[in-house]
């Protein structure tokens, strides 16, 4: 039998995974075909591709989940095959038999693998056959409440409620007693049926202090099946992974080897073909749990590829041809660490909301050996609120772990971003942190060391203010007289006539404002984009960027944003919003929960507001009566926007 014809790639996703998969495509002498919503027409991964096709529409569902168009965008690029990335529909047994009755090429396992696996119940009565251990849970067909109260009662609290269908922690709850249920339940069905348009859910025991290792395996159309080590990724924020690292900290070869073939045996007993990952919860024992095979390429596989030196992008689309697995089980490498931390655009100061705008600043770390980074994004493009917050990923390699963790804290010191909140500090928080340095990890190392990874913002000193001010004044455009520099009205020193020469700006800088008079002179200079500043002999030299009106100014690890501060329209806006709930990101408004003249209690929900494939729930802070609603199911609304005015009873 000949190998199928594969000359031009259509990749069913977007951001940095679509970009990442062109970039092997590419290689490898591929034409690649790029699929875009309306909001997307402009994005990276758009931009990037040899062949565009608009989806139209802005939400996934819209778009991205439209099976019967991304067929047809396949059809009409000349593409025989379709990668889907992760998320959307990579997991999804119906687009890839839709995608086979089409005569084309699915870079993903048979649908019937993802029917066994992409099931998180389906998978753990095949593994609970098969004689794996398995977390105490409900995997059954029955969805309703009072199933799921039974389920909880006899599992014991807490529990950990999860979409079936899905991953990345979309779906999935931590539900503490009884009285938190039946919201949760319906909060998690509704994100599961946004997300991956299947809404049944299974239930565990919620184990305290496990790791997350999972293996890397891939399967080819002979019978070959091996494992490529593992990752742990531990380090997790609302059931989202934020670091993974390979190999696992701590794992013995015989523990590695019996987890790698237990992998291998469930890849098999299923048919499996191409790269999955089989995802294990591991006790301080030496005990593991399996939770969950996902059936695609996983966000973290460059750590896997860094110490394996493979690309498995390549070898999916090798596999696809009809090529066997090039190397054996005893060939697989295993070089040194490597560890990858995910770049989100979100406040975490603010519970972690996702943040939605303008990429103003922009700027990745330098490249070089052991430094990768994978992003879907570049400076002036806007971040939507319809899709996953991720803008990237940094990966570092390193002889050993330590050497891994220097090279992405540096990496994380010269990434600069601006105009939206990202975790790029959270981040560096987590990689400079004792414990991590350390390898103390379990599922709960973020709760643990909240304080220290999400400190309470402290008073900036009068250095910081001085600093800020000079770099902020010396930034500015020259006002006036463009056709002579050196005129004293070309100047912004504050220069006036028979006065002294003095300015005074008002400064705000992550909600602390400050005025600052700056005389002649001065112990600093702005050139282009460093700040030196000299003091008793020493000479600092900081990263300060200027965009439009706000100075970005790298001060204690952290590139802050500093803006001119008005007092008087501050205290005007604040006094505007009394009584009113607004929205804190853009998003659309899924349920209206109340009316007016309501009375509520506080804490009860009123508004839910579905950004970037979460719920949030916005709830009343104190006890009241609904004086008016701003808001409506199905609108779109902009971060600051009006939802409910209550009046406090």
């Not at 990752?231 to 690292?245: A, N, P, T």
């Not at 987890?259 to 890849?267: D, H, L």
């Amino acid at each position: 039998m000949s190998a199928p014809v594969l000359t031009t790639l259509l990749v069913a996703n977007r951001g940095e995974i679509a970009c990442r998969v062109m970039r092997t495509a590419k290689a490898l002498g591929l034409t690649t075909v790029a699929v875009h919503s309306a909001t997307d027409r402009e994005a990276r991964h758009s931009r990037e591709a040899d062949i565009r096709v608009d989806l139209g529409g802005s939400k996934a569902a819209e778009s991205y989940l439209q099976i019967d168009k991304l067929i047809a965008a396949a059809k009409a690029s000349g593409a025989q095959a379709i990668h889907p990335g992760y998320g959307f529909l990579s997991e999804n047994a119906g687009f890839a038999r839709a995608i086979e009755a089409a005569g084309l090429i699915f870079l993903g396992p048979p649908a019937s693998a993802i029917d066994a696996m992409g099931s998180k119940s389906a998978a753990k009565a095949l593994m609970e056959t098969a004689g794996v251990p398995l977390v105490p849970g409900y995997h059954g067909e029955a969805q309703d409440l009072d199933t799921f109260r039974e389920a909880c009662e006899r599992i014991g609290y807490p529990v950990l409620l999860k979409a079936t269908a899905g991953g990345g922690g979309k779906g999935m709850k931590v539900v503490e007693d009884v009285s938190q249920l039946a919201e949760a339940l319906a909060s998690a069905q509704r994100e599961a049926l946004s997300s991956f348009g299947d809404s049944r859910m299974l239930v565990e025991k919620y184990l305290i202090k496990p790791r997350h290792v999972e293996i890397q395996v891939f399967a080819d159309q002979h019978g070959n099946c091996l494992y490529l080590n593992e990752r742990d990724c531990s380090i997790q924020r609302r059931h989202q992974k934020v670091v993974e690292e390979a190999p696992a900290p701590g794992l013995s070869p015989e523990l590695r080897r019996a987890m790698g073939e237990a992998a291998v045996r469930s890849a098999q007993a299923i048919g499996y073909v191409g790269a999955g990952t089989v995802e294990f919860l591991l006790d301080a024992r030496g005990e593991f749990f399996f939770m969950e095979m996902n059936t695609r390429l996983q966000v973290e596989h460059p750590v896997t590829e860094a110490i394996t030196g493979l690309d498995l992008v390549a070898w999916q689309i090798r596999v696809a041809r009809g090529e066997a697995l090039p190397i054996s089980q005893d060939q697989v490498p295993l070089n040194g660490h490597a560890i990858e931390v995910r770049l989100y655009a979100e406040d975490p100061a603010n519970d972690f909301l996702p943040a939605t705008g303008r990429l103003d600043l922009y700027r990745e770390s330098h490249e070089g050996p052991g430094r990768r980074v994978d992003s879907g994004v570049e400076e002036g493009d806007e971040i939507s609120p319809f899709y996953d917050p991720m803008l990237g990923k940094l990966i570092a390699w390193g002889a050993d772990r330590e050497q891994a963790r220097l090279r992405l804290l540096s990496m994380l010191d010269e990434f600069a971003i601006g105009g939206l909140k990202t975790n790029i500090n959270f981040l560096r928080r987590i990689i400079a942190h004792p414990a991590f340095a350390e390898a103390q990890l379990d599922t709960g190392f973020i709760p643990r060391y909240q304080e220290q990874l999400l400190p309470t913002a402290t008073a900036l000193g009068d250095e910081f203010w001085n600093a800020a001010a000079q770099a902020f004044a010396q930034s500015l455009p020259g006002a006036g007289r463009a056709d002579d520099p050196a005129s004293p009205w070309a100047l912004n020193s504050g220069l006036r006539a028979g006065l002294p020469n003095e300015t005074t700006l008002h400064l705000s800088c992550e909600g602390q404002d400050r005025a600052v008079t700056l005389g002649a002179g001065g112990n600093a200079k702005w050139t282009g984009e460093q700040l030196l500043i000299e003091q008793d002999g020493l000479r600092r030299r900081l990263r300060a960027i200027r965009r439009g009106d706000a100075l970005y100014l790298q001060w204690d690890g952290e590139l802050r944003r500093v803006e001119t501060y008005d007092p008087i329209s501050a205290v005007e806006a604040s006094h505007s919003h009394q009584g009113g709930l607004t929205a804190p990101m853009n998003g659309s408004i899924v349920r209206v929960l109340v009316e007016a003249g309501q009375s509520v209690e506080a804490g009860a929900q009123l508004v839910v507001l579905e950004a970037m494939k979460m719920e949030h729930s916005i709830r009343a802070p104190q006890a009241g009566v609904i004086k008016a609603l701003y808001c409506q199911e199905g609108e779109m609304v902009s971060e600051g926007s009006a939802l409910v005015e209550l009046q406090e009873a």
